[in-house]
């Protein structure tokens, strides 16, 4: 039985009534007795142990209570169950009923793909915060037959969220397909009295897991009748299963275990020399592993079987580069492969242009086009072969690349899914392409880039959406629900869906693929996949039907480049200018923003005169300097230059300029790294930022982990927006992070250093670093900020830091922010076409949102420059619920 300790006491000079208060919320009685705290153990809540920290099992609802009291913060997916008493003591918080009833078992099975580390860590540490044991199992489902199963903690594995492939390894498993080796695998898992799964993969794997959950009951009782599970292992199995039903089996126990300690952390000394132990027997068989006769014979008869069978909870998270995963916008690794094609293309820009030669690229993604849409949507490739899409494409790609090569294009690559097929079905080949485009006398080469897109680095999404679906998953399983769920992100919000839906339009969408209905096969693709290829198709006829003389002209735009550097601001110049001229609509660029215009410095664009920009991640045009604007002498210009519409690519800056505009209308594309701006998920730029922090990040953890007992603390830009500080320390795995949403004391630093304290006891090499925003702390240097941090170590570790500045901004754009450049540049050039007014056009979830200007004001805060309600604020604790 697991021992509880029944009275604790807290003594020291300057001990008030208050310093208990914390106690209270959480269900103890506290007794104030001349400078000391007695804190006593009762029916809604219990001292388990005194370590590293005081663990205290309580009662959830005190969990709002703490939160009234302002101890922890319940913003989003957080569980901050780790908190420090007025004392500096560390209170680690575990819930009644919780502990150790939920066994969960982590598998990645199927390809590999970037992200998984970052899931499998953030599942481990949710776990143990929970209370819940957890295993790894290793090399997929056949892990789980050959009884791979591995008890994890908290240090286990989770060092690897900025590799790739996965830690816990990964194979596709053939005895996994029959029921005999899924019974073996409900073996080895009921031995273990694990209850709850998490699965890592595609939609095989997906399937897989369904079916496990499926016969995991029959399996259970068919090896009960067998013998195969001892009595031992039914004792523990009957106990775990009481508690997850909230029964007790009330055992007694003799022994006398006692309770150790090991030193507070701050000072007074507070734990009780001699403590009163008594034993819960609502406790875990953990601590008391008392070994039982084992019967001769450990059959059951079919009535007491049933007191042994349990269910299995299943949890299903999308890991797979193709995407093409039904219910979900997201599947880990698709962000991080499109990264690597993306990178493969500039890398041929220049042999293109030196040679005037042309390419085709044939990219993964089995019979979904995903990763091939993506990359051609962001490289601005001439044409693109689909699977879910088959046609004339022999004409269409040789009427797209002859009007590339009559307008000067420089660089001609046209990209093939692997998957691609004929009307009838049959495959695509490469050679076939390249000989089709060889027939018109142009230099051409294949190149196959193969198993290199599932390697490398996660991307941030990969990293931050694998934190996000590691943390959805265990509040999952730890639900009182039995439906298998598999999460998802849609309409940018992580939440579950029905395993069985999604394996079953999975399987309806294979049925599909083989009937060759290509229509019904892409409707089953997401959203975003749907809405990517009409604007894909979109620039691609327009392009044809400019080149055979099937357009009016229709109006002119003006283009500015306004505000901060920002990456991606160029791929959006070159689709308004390609898209405005194959409609009808003359585009002038405007260079050096708003003092450009006043000056008078109105160009018009040739067709492809920025499409060797795409992936230059400056301003090609120059943003200028526009503060001080007058406004009226701009507004003359702008009745002078006779343009009827204008498209300002840029941040904030533009906002109180725009507004004051009369008579034309005006679309704001939200470029800027700081992700400010209302109107839209996220501004062309911040995902840039977001992957270049995230390398300099891993440098810094480098170094933090080679020197030892050494902390990095990383200064992000942003003004008083924290999003890249935060959503970059998610990804990044930072030990704690400043935001100026959030306001600080000095005292939250010593809190921060007491922390550290804490982990360089437990070990000196760990690669720890802090993100602080630039304006925390009233912006004092980051130099000072370390200081403070080190005065408090002790002794224990050092302090470095980096000041990323502009660097952050980044180089290349990185492939999300080139594709919702594209699909904005189009779309701004058709708001202006509608005569829409003034506004701001963003991607929100998976749809286009057009917002006027009055309500892109109103929910803006001028003073701090600042969107006023974020919705990604609500992660503000996640560091700190993983690390």
Same mark, same amino acid.
């Given at each position: 039985?697991?021992?509880?300790?029944?009275?604790?006491?807290?003594?020291?000079?300057?001990?008030?009534?208050?310093?208990?208060?914390?106690?209270?919320?959480?269900?103890?009685?506290?007794?104030?007795?001349?400078?000391?705290?007695?804190?006593?153990?009762?029916?809604?809540?219990?001292?388990?142990?005194?370590?590293?920290?005081?663990?205290?099992?309580?009662?959830?609802?005190?969990?709002?209570?703490?939160?009234?009291?302002?101890?922890?913060?319940?913003?989003?997916?957080?569980?901050?169950?780790?908190?420090?008493?007025?004392?500096?003591?560390?209170?680690?918080?575990?819930?009644?009923?919780?502990?150790?009833?939920?066994?969960?078992?982590?598998?990645?099975?199927?390809?590999?793909?970037?992200?998984?580390?970052?899931?499998?860590?953030?599942?481990?540490?949710?776990?143990?915060?929970?209370?819940?044991?957890?295993?790894?199992?290793?090399?997929?489902?056949?892990?789980?037959?050959?009884?791979?199963?591995?008890?994890?903690?908290?240090?286990?594995?989770?060092?690897?969220?900025?590799?790739?492939?996965?830690?816990?390894?990964?194979?596709?498993?053939?005895?996994?397909?029959?029921?005999?080796?899924?019974?073996?695998?409900?073996?080895?898992?009921?031995?273990?009295?694990?209850?709850?799964?998490?699965?890592?993969?595609?939609?095989?794997?997906?399937?897989?897991?369904?079916?496990?959950?499926?016969?995991?009951?029959?399996?259970?009782?068919?090896?009960?009748?067998?013998?195969?599970?001892?009595?031992?292992?039914?004792?523990?199995?009957?106990?775990?299963?009481?508690?997850?039903?909230?029964?007790?089996?009330?055992?007694?126990?003799?022994?006398?275990?006692?309770?150790?300690?090991?030193?507070?952390?701050?000072?007074?000394?507070?734990?009780?020399?001699?403590?009163?132990?008594?034993?819960?027997?609502?406790?875990?068989?953990?601590?008391?592993?008392?070994?039982?006769?084992?019967?001769?014979?450990?059959?059951?008869?079919?009535?007491?079987?049933?007191?042994?069978?349990?269910?299995?909870?299943?949890?299903?998270?999308?890991?797979?580069?193709?995407?093409?995963?039904?219910?979900?916008?997201?599947?880990?690794?698709?962000?991080?492969?499109?990264?690597?094609?993306?990178?493969?293309?500039?890398?041929?820009?220049?042999?293109?242009?030196?040679?005037?030669?042309?390419?085709?690229?044939?990219?993964?993604?089995?019979?979904?086009?995903?990763?091939?849409?993506?990359?051609?949507?962001?490289?601005?490739?001439?044409?693109?072969?689909?699977?879910?899409?088959?046609?004339?494409?022999?004409?269409?790609?040789?009427?797209?690349?002859?009007?590339?090569?009559?307008?000067?294009?420089?660089?001609?690559?046209?990209?093939?899914?692997?998957?691609?097929?004929?009307?009838?079905?049959?495959?695509?080949?490469?050679?076939?392409?390249?000989?089709?485009?060889?027939?018109?006398?142009?230099?051409?080469?294949?190149?196959?880039?193969?198993?290199?897109?599932?390697?490398?680095?996660?991307?941030?999404?990969?990293?931050?959406?694998?934190?996000?679906?590691?943390?959805?998953?265990?509040?999952?399983?730890?639900?009182?629900?039995?439906?298998?769920?598999?999460?998802?992100?849609?309409?940018?919000?992580?939440?579950?869906?029905?395993?069985?839906?999604?394996?079953?339009?999975?399987?309806?969408?294979?049925?599909?693929?083989?009937?060759?209905?290509?229509?019904?096969?892409?409707?089953?693709?997401?959203?975003?996949?749907?809405?990517?290829?009409?604007?894909?198709?979109?620039?691609?006829?327009?392009?044809?039907?400019?080149?055979?003389?099937?357009?009016?002209?229709?109006?002119?735009?003006?283009?500015?480049?306004?505000?901060?550097?920002?990456?991606?601001?160029?791929?959006?110049?070159?689709?308004?200018?390609?898209?405005?001229?194959?409609?009808?609509?003359?585009?002038?660029?405007?260079?050096?923003?708003?003092?450009?215009?006043?000056?008078?410095?109105?160009?018009?664009?040739?067709?492809?005169?920025?499409?060797?920009?795409?992936?230059?991640?400056?301003?090609?045009?120059?943003?200028?300097?526009?503060?001080?604007?007058?406004?009226?002498?701009?507004?003359?210009?702008?009745?002078?230059?006779?343009?009827?519409?204008?498209?300002?690519?840029?941040?904030?800056?533009?906002?109180?300029?725009?507004?004051? *505009?009369?008579?034309?209308?005006?679309?704001? !594309?939200?470029? #800027?790294?700081?992700?400010?701006?209302?109107? @839209? +998920?996220? &501004? /062309?730029?911040?995902?840039?930022?977001?992957?270049?922090?995230?390398?300099?990040?891993?440098?810094?953890?480098?170094?933090?982990?080679?020197?030892?007992?050494?902390?990095?603390?990383?200064?992000?830009?942003?003004?008083?927006?924290?999003?890249?500080?935060?959503?970059?320390?998610?990804?990044?795995?930072?030990?704690?992070?400043?935001?100026?949403?959030?306001?600080?004391?000095?005292?939250?630093?010593?809190?921060?250093?007491?922390?550290?304290?804490?982990?360089?006891?437990?070990?000196?090499?760990?690669?720890?670093?802090?993100?602080?925003?630039?304006?925390?702390?009233?912006? *004092?240097?980051?130099?000072?900020?370390?200081? !403070?941090?080190? #005065?408090?170590?002790?002794?224990?570790?050092? @302090? +470095?830091? &980096? /000041?990323?500045?502009?660097?952050?901004?980044?180089s290349n754009p990185s492939p999300t922010d080139r594709i919702y450049a594209a699909i904005l540049g189009i779309e701004a050039v058709d708001?202006?076409?509608?005569?829409?007014?003034?506004?701001?056009?963003?991607?929100?979830?998976?749809?286009?949102?057009?917002?006027?200007?009055?309500?892109?004001?109103?929910?803006?805060?001028?003073?701090?420059?600042?969107?006023?309600?974020?919705?990604?604020?609500?992660?503000?604790?996640?560091?700190?619920?993983?690390?």
């Amino acid at each position: 039985m697991q021992a509880v300790v029944e009275e604790l006491l807290l003594s020291g000079d300057s001990i008030t009534q208050k310093h208990g208060e914390i106690y209270e919320l959480l269900g103890l009685d506290v007794v104030y007795d001349k400078g000391r705290l007695k804190i006593y153990s009762t029916n809604k809540a219990k001292i388990i142990s005194i370590g590293a920290g005081i663990h205290i099992r309580a009662c959830y609802k005190s969990m709002s209570r703490l939160a009234t009291r302002g101890f922890v913060n319940l913003d989003g997916h957080s569980m901050p169950l780790e908190i420090l008493d007025m004392m500096g003591n560390k209170i680690v918080v575990t819930f009644i009923g919780k502990e150790n009833a939920n066994r969960i078992a982590i598998v990645t099975s199927g390809g590999d793909a970037p992200g998984m580390n970052s899931a499998i860590k953030s599942i481990i540490r949710t776990g143990i915060k929970w209370g819940a044991t957890v295993y790894g199992v290793y090399n997929g489902y056949d892990g789980l037959i050959n009884d791979n199963i591995k008890k994890l903690n908290w240090d286990t594995e989770t060092y690897y969220s900025s590799q790739g492939g996965t830690v816990l390894l990964s194979a596709r498993s053939d005895r996994f397909l029959n029921a005999k080796g899924r019974k073996q695998a409900v073996l080895n898992m009921a031995k273990k009295r694990i209850n709850c799964m998490i699965i890592l993969g595609g939609d095989g794997s997906l399937k897989g897991a369904l079916e496990l959950k499926n016969e995991f009951r029959e399996h259970l009782r068919e090896l009960l009748r067998e013998g195969k599970i001892s009595s031992e292992e039914k004792r523990k199995i009957r106990m775990n299963k009481s508690r997850v039903e909230g029964k007790v089996d009330v055992e007694q126990t003799t022994d006398g275990s006692g309770v150790m300690y090991s030193d507070f952390y701050g000072k007074p000394e507070c734990y009780k020399a001699n403590p009163t132990v008594y034993h819960d027997l609502n406790s875990s068989d953990e601590v008391d592993d008392e070994k039982m006769e084992k019967d001769e014979d450990d059959r059951c008869d079919e009535e007491e079987i049933e007191r042994y069978v349990y269910g299995l909870k299943v949890v299903g998270i999308p890991a797979s580069i193709d995407n093409d995963i039904y219910g979900t916008e997201v599947s880990l690794g698709e962000d991080s492969a499109i990264h690597r094609v993306v990178e493969a293309i500039d890398h041929l820009m220049s042999t293109m242009k030196s040679h005037s030669r042309a390419f085709v690229i044939e990219v993964m993604g089995r019979k979904c086009g995903w990763i091939a849409l993506m990359s051609a949507l962001g490289c601005a490739a001439d044409y693109v072969l689909l699977p879910e899409v088959p046609g004339d494409w022999k004409k269409e790609m040789m009427d797209a690349i002859a009007v590339g090569k009559k307008h000067g294009k420089p660089e001609i690559f046209v990209i093939v899914s692997e998957g691609a097929v004929e009307a009838d079905g049959t495959p695509i080949r490469v050679s076939s392409v390249v000989e089709e485009i060889d027939k018109v006398g142009i230099e051409v080469r294949s190149l196959k880039l193969g198993h290199i897109q599932r390697g490398g680095p996660p991307s941030f999404q990969d990293r931050v959406y694998g934190t996000l679906f590691g943390i959805k998953a265990v509040e999952t399983v730890m639900e009182p629900v039995d439906e298998p769920l598999m999460v998802r992100v849609f309409n940018d919000e992580v939440d579950t869906i029905d395993l069985r839906e999604v394996v079953h339009r999975n399987e309806m969408t294979g049925v599909f693929e083989k009937e060759m209905k290509f229509p019904d096969v892409f409707k089953s693709r997401n959203e975003f996949f749907r809405l990517a290829y009409v604007y894909f198709r979109k620039a691609l006829m327009t392009r044809v039907l400019y080149e055979n003389g099937c357009n009016t002209k229709i109006g002119s735009v003006g283009i500015l480049q306004v505000g901060g550097r920002s990456s991606g601001m160029n791929a959006v110049l070159n689709a308004i200018v390609q898209y405005s001229l194959t409609i009808g609509i003359e585009p002038y660029y405007i260079p050096n923003g708003f003092e450009g215009l006043i000056k008078g410095q109105v160009v018009k664009a040739k067709l492809y005169e920025f499409s060797s920009d795409v992936n230059n991640g400056g301003s090609a045009i120059g943003v200028g300097n526009n503060s001080d604007i007058d406004i009226e002498e701009l507004q003359r210009k702008i009745n002078e230059s006779g343009l009827e519409s204008l498209i300002v690519i840029g941040g904030s800056k533009a906002l109180s300029v725009i507004d004051k *505009i009369k008579r034309i209308n005006v679309i704001i !594309v939200p470029a #800027t790294a700081h992700n400010n701006m209302p109107g @839209t +998920g996220v &501004s /062309i730029g911040s995902d840039t930022a977001l992957n270049t922090i995230l390398k300099m990040s891993d440098m810094s953890k480098l170094n933090s982990f080679s020197c030892k007992n050494s902390v990095f603390v990383i200064e992000i830009g942003g003004e008083e927006c924290g999003y890249l500080s935060l959503m970059g320390g998610i990804a990044a795995g930072a030990f704690e992070v400043f935001i100026p949403e959030r306001r600080y004391l000095i005292g939250n630093l010593s809190e921060a250093a007491q922390r550290l304290r804490m982990r360089f006891k437990e070990s000196s090499r760990r690669g720890i670093v802090i993100f602080r925003n630039e304006r925390t702390f009233c912006s *004092i240097p980051t130099d000072s900020f370390c200081k !403070v941090l080190k #005065t408090d170590s002790k002794g224990l570790f050092e @302090t +470095g830091y &980096s /000041i990323l500045g502009s660097i952050q901004q980044g180089s290349n754009p990185s492939p999300t922010d080139r594709i919702y450049a594209a699909i904005l540049g189009i779309e701004a050039v058709d708001l202006c076409v509608a005569n829409r007014g003034v506004g701001v056009v963003g991607i929100c979830g998976n749809s286009i949102k057009f917002t006027k200007i009055e309500d892109v004001l109103e929910a803006f805060d001028f003073e701090h420059d600042r969107e006023k309600d974020p919705k990604w604020l609500k992660y503000s604790n996640i560091c700190r619920s993983v690390e």
